[in-house]
């Protein structure tokens, strides 16, 4: 009779666990196109306002296994991974062949885990300058 209570009680410590279902990490993506340069992108995850960022954890962080296309009317590029120690944080996505062009429109997709992101932005057209002046602030003492 003992060992039936025994197996009872056991069952029910194991079965009276309670399990906790994490929330969904959150991505901020910072990224920039620019007239003449290389699209750039950079992925990082939520953490807690208190976490300690060290090495151990830098890779729960900054997120470098997603999937990143960068594509107008006439190009497409899917992003390399680099790591350039200066920038923060060192690992970011880039273009290798696409240059940002006024007048443009880019769209950005990013898969990552099974989510899909999208964004799009567009460089204006220049407006060049036809005249520009100086005109010497006569108030202005420290000539």
Known sequence: MKIIHFIIVILC??????TETLPKQLIAVDGHVEIGEF???SLTGST????V????IYFDVVLTHAKITV???DEKEVLILFCDNNYFPPHFFRAN??????????HLEIILDGDTITAQTTI???VPLQTIRFEHDKA????
């Open 97 to 106: 062949q696409m240059r940002g062009k006024a007048g443009k429109t880019y």
């Open 48 to 51: 807690n306002y208190a976490s």
């Open 124 to 126: 204006p057209a220049t």
């Open 13 to 18: 410590i194991v079965g009276c666990r309670k």
């Open 39 to 41: 699209p750039f992108v």
């Open 140 to 143: 202005d003492s420290t000539k």
């Open 53 to 56: 960022i060290d090495s151990s």
């Open 71 to 73: 594509w107008t009317d």
